[in-house]
């Protein structure tokens, strides 16, 4: 059974910093393009940042660009999300996706809350 599990999530400050995990269970990785996404209350799903299985590039979206730094650590089998400098707009659920091909797997996501 394949498993994403985030975690890291929690109420931070402006300003403060916070790094999520996504661990996988029964995949590995390596083979997957990594994607982290967010959905704040009443809005889409939206795509924050991703990163390549072929040739570890990555992505941000513009609002994120600067301080947030995905990453993976595939001894592990896991991705993280580090995110610095945090805003009340970057408040939402953080979710993982694994995609391979036509597979994708989703996470539960992790709630982070930014305010002061």
């Known amino acids: 059974q394949v498993q994403l599990v985030e975690s890291g999530g929690g109420l931070v400050q402006p300003g403060g910093s916070l790094r999520l995990s996504c661990a996988a269970s029964?995949?590995?990785?390596?083979?997957?393009?990594i994607g982290w996404f967010r959905q704040a209350p009443g809005k889409e799903r939206e795509g924050v940042s991703c990163i390549s299985s072929s040739d570890g590039s990555t992505y941000y979206a513009d609002s994120v660009k600067g301080r947030f730094t995905i990453s993976r650590d595939n001894a592990k089998n896991t991705v993280y999300l580090q995110m610095n400098s945090l805003k009340p707009e970057d408040t939402a659920v953080y979710y993982c996706?694994?995609?391979?091909?036509?597979?994708?797997?989703w996470g539960q996501g992790t709630q982070v809350t930014v305010s002061s």
């Open positions: 996706r694994a995609l391979r091909g036509g597979t994708i797997y």
């Open positions: 029964g995949v590995t990785l390596d083979y997957y393009d």
